[in-house]
């Protein structure tokens, strides 16, 4: 069965630094391409990274590029999201995805066919 955990998230304040992971078992995605996605209360799911297979490519929407950077550890089966400068609209649940279907955009929510269950990111003002 596989499993995606996201731990890390948490309350912080505007400028302060979050560093959050994503755990996954029942299967090695180490040849998948992995991301992470936020969610804000009245919001649509959105797009804020993902990192290639390789570890290689990268990509970072606009709004968290030069403040956000994803990596990931292969022999861990883990990927993980550096959060800088955190601003209030960062306030979000932050979930991690596998991107199961290869040559859609990284992008794009419905390329990725496992999700965790969120953690809670909180940037006070």
């Known amino acids: 069965q596989v499993q995606l955990v996201e731990s890390g998230g948490g309350l912080v304040q505007a400028g302060g630094s979050l560093r959050l992971s994503c755990a996954a078992s029942g299967r090695t995605f180490s040849y998948y391409a992995m991301g992470w996605f936020r969610q804000a209360p009245g919001k649509e799911r959105e797009f804020v990274a993902c990192?290639?297979?390789?570890?290689?490519?990268?990509l970072y929407a606009d709004s968290v590029k030069g403040r956000f950077s994803i990596s990931r550890d292969n022999a861990k089966n883990t990927v993980y999201l550096q959060m800088n400068s955190l601003k209030p609209e960062d306030t979000a649940v932050y979930y991690c995805a596998v991107k199961t279907r290869p040559g859609s955009a990284w992008r794009d929510r419905l390329a990725y066919g496992y999700w965790g269950q969120g953690t809670q990111v909180t940037v006070s003002a």
């Open positions: 990192i290639g297979w390789n570890v290689g490519g990268t």
